[in-house]
């Protein structure tokens, strides 16, 4: 059996967590914008053989962990602060999270540190990334700005586009081998 884990993506409505999703998962983009109400839920087995290396394990850990697998269960969760409460018990459990904003929209960078408290509030001390989305569009985030909130909260962030396919995959990775690095 594979090593499993729940993965939470937060983030107002419209900053692309559907978007990264779709992206990552089924190697889509979809032009037009459906709101998430409550989550959405989709499963992807990880290809260990990018990130295995990257573990800080032992050699046998390392092979055990190639050999079986990970299996990561996205949730992807509506941004709407007014309705969360209805979603809070799909933070539950969770082992890892990516909390997105817009790199075009100030705001949704700014809420992020809603995102973040209601995340260590409900799952904890869990491994997370932060990930500005949209690069194709126009900034009102500056990288420095990104850097300094995820030194903030002492972690990687990464700037991606789901429409483009910029390092989509390599913040899931990142993420994937964070979360195995904090296996017990």
Known sequence: MSYRGKVVLLGD???GKTSLLARFVDGIFRTEYKQTIGANFLIKEIDLKNIVEKLKFD?????????KGFMIFLWDIGGQKDKLFVSEYYFLDAVGAMVVFNIDNKKTFDNMDFWISKMKELSGNIP??????????KREVSSEELAQKAKKYGVKFFETSAKLNESVNEAFEYL????LNNLK
Not at 176 to 179: D, F
């Open 13 to 15: 409505p419209g900053v």
């Open 59 to 67: 050699i046998e850990t390392k092979k055990k962990i190639k050999e």
């Open 128 to 137: 997370f990334i932060i990930v500005g989305n949209k690069i194709d569009l």
């Open 176 to 179: 994937s081998t964070q979360i």
